[in-house]
């Protein structure tokens, strides 16, 4: 008896444990945009980090929210740059957040006003470009 309430109790400290994890396949959120490899960019504005994109396809949206409406739609091995702006903080290299937690990333897309779009960030859709 006392053999089977020790086993019983083993078992379920490792459901609780195991309840109170993240899934094995959970993306990595990207806080920061900050990569190995930076691109270029025309004055005054700083040159952001190389990202590559992983997934078949990524939607760049128009605003860090997935309601947001899709303005671009980026392929498997795309390179995209982090916009940054001018630079001269680090707040420049943080990423949006939303309310659930979600990265979201500012990219440069020519053609587009402003910061461009936004993808989500995170380590199923994104990858820092490495030299």
């Given at each position: 008896m006392r053999v089977l309430v020790g086993r019983t109790l083993v078992l379920v400290l490792c459901?609780?444990?195991?309840?109170?994890?993240?899934?094995?396949?959970?993306?990595?959120?990207?806080?920061?945009?900050?990569?190995?490899?930076?691109?270029?960019?025309?004055?005054?504005y700083q040159a952001g980090s190389l990202w590559v994109v992983l997934t078949e396809k990524l939607?760049?949206?128009?605003?860090?929210?997935?309601s947001a409406p899709v303005v671009r739609v980026f392929s498997r091995g795309e390179v995209l740059q982090a916009e940054v702006g001018r630079g001269g903080s680090d707040e420049v290299l943080r990423n949006f957040v939303d309310e659930q937690?979600?990265?979201?990333?500012?990219?440069?897309?020519?053609?587009l006003p402003d910061y461009g779009c936004y993808v989500r960030a995170n380590s199923h859709t994104i990858a820092p470009a490495h030299p």
């Open positions: 459901l609780v444990g195991l309840a109170g994890s993240q899934p094995v396949n959970a993306p990595q959120e990207y806080r920061s945009n900050e990569g190995p490899v930076v691109g270029e960019a025309d004055s005054p939607e760049g949206r128009s605003e860090s929210d997935p937690g979600r990265a979201w990333m500012a990219v440069r897309v020519t053609g």
